[in-house]
């Protein structure tokens, strides 16, 4: 693994550009600025913009610059169809989205539809955490590349890791009530009952979106259940107050999550006590990483003050230069042409590649546990003196699911 964008070996991905090239690939970035969801929309524009500026640095792609336009969609997919059709009378063509799956479903059919009424202006939709399954099943399109595991290959590494947990004996769901909140509730349900069935499930909340302010109520209930685990899929504020009731109320249970170690969770998490109690599933966790990837993750820290929260995001911009560099241009038809089926060394190691007939991104997926830094470990979060400990990992071929999608392409 090379310096610079971490990953990616940057003669093949970055090319020579002349010093005076004026020109610019703007992407639009169209994510949360405002609302219960700022903090992770601003965490994912910083993560971009860094990312942008180390391809600048090196040259750009093809002789141009990379612009990333950020685009405040307020966490709502109404708003957020207003900003991209902003992005396209700006003449942008990519653009990037994460926060949110009912965002993420209006997104991938807007652009779909905006493609097909409007030929050769075509967009092209990066997506780096809007994970309803749905989105590469049923509902994909040709235009829209995932680059997180979707809401089942991350619920089957992580029902995997329980199986063999025979202190599980009952579990409570929390997750939020929309699409991928919904998802998660099915996929655990489901997974639980064919590979724990001795596992009982007492109790079942979904909740509204970014909306609680109080969850003791919630904490209230679990601790009555008598649950000695909790599965989420909660992020962003409804997994910070999440955390910081249970630690108010001092509830002694394991956690299952998917963003556990985003803004704010760290924080929320020691007061809890539940050292190496608290799990999440990622495609990447710090202290683990390979070299380079631990270079890139000291100088983001130090230039932006927060984490690499979003591996995926590195992996993303590393596909996105190499098939502009491939393609030798920076239309969507260009680029899309050359991310399906391609495949590149993960951030955080390991084969990774784009399966051509749905557009899902796959690599090694891994689930850590946070406490106390191990001796040697370089990174804690958020200035805590705890830092994640990867415990397991799941090759990318064994996160590979079926997909019912049936890909038109142009």
């Known amino acids: 693994m090379k310096s610079g964008l971490a990953g990616c070996a940057l003669a093949l991905c970055l090319s020579a550009a002349p010093a005076l090239a004026q020109d610019t690939i703007k992407i639009g970035y169209i994510d949360p600025l405002s609302g219960g969801g700022a903090s992770t929309g601003e965490g994912g524009l910083k993560t971009y913009m860094f990312l942008t500026e180390q391809v600048n640095a090196a ?43 009912s965002v993420g479903i209006a997104l991938e059919d807007w652009v779909t539809k905006f493609n097909q009424r409007n030929p050769g202006k075509e967009i092209l939709y990066l997506n780096y955490g809007a994970i309803d399954p749905v989105m590469t099943n049923d509902k994909c399109s040709y235009w829209h590349f995932r680059f997180e595991a979707d809401v089942n290959m991350m619920m089957a590494a992580l029902t995997t890791f329980m199986i063999d947990r025979p202190s599980i004996k009952k579990v409570y769901l929390i997750n939020q009530d929309y699409s991928f909140g919904q998802a998660v509730h099915v996929a655990a349900r489901a997974m639980l009952a064919k590979k724990r069935p001795d596992i009982q499930i007492v109790g079942d909340e979904l909740i509204p979106l970014l909306k609680v302010t109080d969850f003791s109520p919630y904490i209230a209930k679990i601790k009555a259940s008598g649950a000695d685990s909790v599965i989420t899929g909660n992020w962003g504020q409804d997994m910070t107050l999440l955390l910081k009731s249970a630690a108010d ?80 241009a920076d239309d969507a038809k260009s680029i899309a042409a050359q991310l399906e089926g391609m495949k590149v060394e993960a951030f955080d190691g390991g084969d990774a590649w784009i399966r051509k007939d749905d557009h899902q991104f796959f690599t090694d997926l891994y689930i850590a546990s946070i406490g106390p830094l191990d001796p040697g470990a370089k990174f804690d979060e958020e200035g805590t003196g705890w830092g994640w400990k990867t415990i397991g990992a799941v090759k990318a071929i064994d996160t590979v699911l079926p997909t019912t999608c049936q890909m038109e392409r142009p």
């Open 59 to 101: 040259g750009g792609l093809n002789g141009k610059k990379l612009e990333v336009v950020p685009l405040d969609n307020k966490g709502n997919p109404q708003e957020t169809l207003i900003q991209a059709q902003k992005a396209a009378d700006q003449g942008i063509h990519i653009i990037i989205q994460g926060d949110g799956s």
């Open 249 to 328: 109320a001092g509830l002694q249970t394991d956690w299952y999550t998917y963003y556990a170690s985003a803004v704010g969770g760290p924080t929320a998490i020691k007061p809890t006590g539940l050292a190496h109690r608290i799990f999440e599933v990622q495609e990447g966790f710090p202290n683990s990483a390979p070299e380079a990837a631990q270079k890139f993750e000291t100088e983001f820290r130090a230039k932006e003050g927060m984490s690499v929260w979003y591996p995926r995001a590195v992996n993303e911009m590393n596909v996105l230069a190499k098939a502009i560099t491939l393609a030798k």
